[in-house]
């Protein structure tokens, strides 16, 4: 029975979308929201520190798995000028699959589990985070991934960017075949490089990039 309830709490960031960042509502009250809304986004407010740096540590660092460090810079909508003081929030499964809870977290949270934070970029709108490599869901096709949601400092709401997946993971290339990516912000789709015990991956957001109704700047 505890299994079941685990499995069930792992799967309810995608129930009724076919990826975990499936659009909801278009408006938030009688404002078309950038990019579409999206099924959990709010939650990176949800015990976000008050200050955030540039790089962070995810609470699965120290945790069983292969450890991963995640950099990259954000550039704005020309792709060449980079974009500092946008926040970045992420979140993932641990190493067996799961969103798995820590006790005495914020329960609105706890569908996201307990590997997540933010990061800040810099003035050259660089950004590190180091985590661990995410499972895929157990029994299921769909390739391990880090969710990402975007908050800019002059756009209203927040949004989500594609989610980073692993290029060696063999679930990527066929599930991408079957639901092929919006390349929201750019692909998501890395290449980890392995230096010693640590897996290394770049990954560069374009902001506005393939974002519904995101303004003209």
């Not at 063999?170 to 919006?182: A, G």
């Amino acid at each position: 029975m505890k299994t079941l309830i685990v499995y069930i709490m792992m799967l309810i960031p995608c129930l009724g979308f076919m990826s975990c960042n499936g659009q909801t509502s278009e408006k938030k009250g009688n404002t078309k929201m950038v990019g579409g809304g999206c099924d959990g986004c709010e939650i990176m407010y949800v015990g976000m520190p008050k200050e955030i740096h540039s790089e962070d540590i995810s609470p699965g660092w120290n945790e069983k798995g292969q450890k991963l460090i995640v950099s990259g810079t954000v550039f704005q909508q020309d792709g060449k000028t980079p974009a500092p003081n946008v926040i970045i929030y992420y979140w993932q499964t641990d190493n067996n699959g799961y969103y798995s809870p820590r006790k005495g977290m914020d329960k609105r949270a706890e569908r996201h589990g307990h590997i997540r934070g933010w990061i800040k970029t810099d003035a050259a709108g660089k950004y590190t985070i180091k985590t661990i490599r995410p499972a895929p869901y157990p029994g299921q096709t769909l390739p391990a991934h880090i969710h990402l949601s975007v908050k800019e400092p002059d756009i209203p709401n927040e949004y989500y960017t594609d989610e980073i997946n692993f290029e060696d993971d063999q679930l990527l290339v066929p599930y991408f075949k079957k639901y092929p990516q919006e390349n929201r912000g750019g692909s998501g789709v890395v290449k980890p490089l392995t230096k010693g015990n640590i897996q290394m991956a770049k990954h560069n957001i374009i902001l506005g990039l393939n974002i519904p109704d995101y303004p003209k700047k």
